[in-house]
């Protein structure tokens, strides 16, 4: 094939930007491609899934603190 898998390193953003990117991820993974997601750790919409591994980061802004902002 002209293309094969490989190791994908995500840093995606919240929002409907994260949920276009993860039927893309699972898409890769089934062709075989080893996926990383790395988000904060306040994170809201970004979940861990079996297509991906999930790697968090401290952050200073705590997720109900960003909750309360977004309504």
């Not at 997601?37 to 109900?64: C, F, G, Q, R």
Request: proline letters at 7%; zero cysteines.
């Amino acid at each position: 094939s002209p293309a094969a898998a490989g190791k994908l390193l995500v840093i995606p953003m919240e929002g409907s930007h994260w949920l276009s990117m993860k039927k893309v991820l699972v898409e890769l993974s089934k062709r075989g491609h080893e996926i990383v997601v790395v988000a904060p750790d306040n994170k809201i919409l970004i979940d861990s899934a079996d297509v991906y591994e999930l790697k968090t980061y401290p952050v200073p802004l705590m997720k109900e603190l960003l909750e309360e902002h977004m309504r």
